[in-house]
């Protein structure tokens, strides 16, 4: 099983959920929310093998912490996984959005400079934006939209510009979510939970809990659940294998 995008490191007993995600086997990217974090989360992860840490300034956060910018620049060339990193345009952000815009495109353009990276990236309110960053940015490396809630059309742009997707219990809830899901392209798609943000109920989401999605996916695409759980190791080992170009000087 595989969570692409979780935050470890926001929940309260990190330690204790990575040695349940070590005990059950389950592949996660470890996203973050600022680059100070990256270091430090890295650290509670260790060599735990199934699990990757990813370079991230959260969109939301942006507006107060967009100087660290520089840092995440700074820091990605030691970083193959970036995330979580992109666009919000929804109305508690918007007051931010042009500095967003700025940061981001930053982002890509390093990303890019370094040969290209795996990147997780937040598009709510803002996929046409996301997309034309994504768009001006070639060998920016794998863009993977998390948890993406754009429409049919944009759906139609993203994967015409090679985006993979990474899809979760939360997103699959609502009719809208499980519309997209259906016309994901199913060699670019990978589980995901948002954890702790993203929840079941009352309680959080596990990063195990991902797993929760397989027969719904299976379903929208019309195949056997275990098939779909090959192709998801098959689209995980692509990226795993999947190398950067030579950087730029
Ligand atoms: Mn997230």
Not at 9 to 23: G, H, I, K, S, T
Not at 58 to 76: K, T, Y
Not at 207 to 233: D, N, T, Y
Request: glycine fraction near 8%; charged fraction near 25%.
């Amino acid at each position: 099983m595989i969570d692409f995008h979780c935050h470890i490191d926001l929940f309260p007993d990190p330690v204790a959920v990575l040695d349940e995600v070590e005990r059950r086997g389950t592949y996660v990217l470890a996203v973050t929310t600022t680059p100070k974090a990256w270091r430090g989360t890295r650290r509670l992860v260790g060599d735990r093998k199934r699990v990757r840490v990813a370079l991230g300034l959260h969109p939301e956060v942006v507006a107060e912490r967009h100087a660290e910018v520089a840092l995440l620049c700074a820091l990605m060339s030691e970083a193959r996984y970036v995330g979580e990193v992109g666009l919000d345009g929804s109305p508690p952000h918007r007051a931010s959005f042009d500095v967003q815009r700025h940061v981001f495109d930053r982002i890509l353009e390093e990303s890019a400079r370094l040969g290209g990276r795996i990147l997780s990236i937040h598009s709510r309110g803002a996929a046409d934006q996301v997309l034309d960053t994504i768009e001006r940015h070639e060998g920016l490396g794998i863009p993977i939209l998390h948890w993406f809630s754009g429409t049919p059309c944009q759906l139609e742009r993203a994967k015409a510009l090679g985006c993979w997707f990474s899809v979760g219990p939360a997103m699959l809830r609502s009719e809208k979510g499980r519309g997209l899901c259906a016309a994901m392209p199913v060699d670019r798609l990978l589980t995901e939970t948002d954890a702790p943000f993203a929840r079941a109920g009352s309680l959080p989401l596990f990063p195990w809990e991902a797993e929760q999605c397989v027969p719904s996916i299976a379903a929208l695409h019309g195949i056997a659940p275990g098939a779909l759980s090959r192709g998801l190791k098959e689209n995980l080992k692509t990226l795993v294998q999947w190398t950067p170009a030579p950087s730029t000087p």
